[in-house]
């Protein structure tokens, strides 16, 4: 989700009384407008409490670049050398173990 696209989340959670658990906001969007977007988005949110939609609009994970192509995504997110990085998000070298697997897949 874009920067221009929390709007869409605003006017979606404009009628929502706050404070508002994560399971109550993402019930209203869905009741307003099932499997959009927004929805999706809001699913992203950590667990918790929100006090008003621009909590909530800051919280929601933004794509940075949602131009960029699934295959883009997926590189950038392998060689991403940023500290405190998920281990399973950083690039690493591929075992001997995994080099002996593909040499009998080919025979």
Do not use: C, N, W
Request: charged share 40%.
């Amino acid at each position: 989700m874009g920067l221009a696209d929390t709007r869409e989340i605003e006017k979606l959670l404009g009628d929502l009384a706050f404070p508002a658990s994560k399971e109550r906001i993402v019930e209203h969007a869905h009741e307003r407008r099932p499997e959009g977007e927004a929805e999706r988005a809001l699913l992203a949110l950590p667990l918790g409490t929100y006090d008003s939609v621009a909590e909530v609009v800051r919280s929601v994970p933004l794509d940075p670049d949602p131009g960029r192509t699934p295959s883009e995504r997926d590189h950038q997110r392998r060689h991403h050398e940023k500290p405190g990085l998920g281990e399973r998000m950083r690039h690493t070298e591929r075992s001997p173990v995994e080099d002996e697997l593909d040499r009998d897949d080919e025979v």
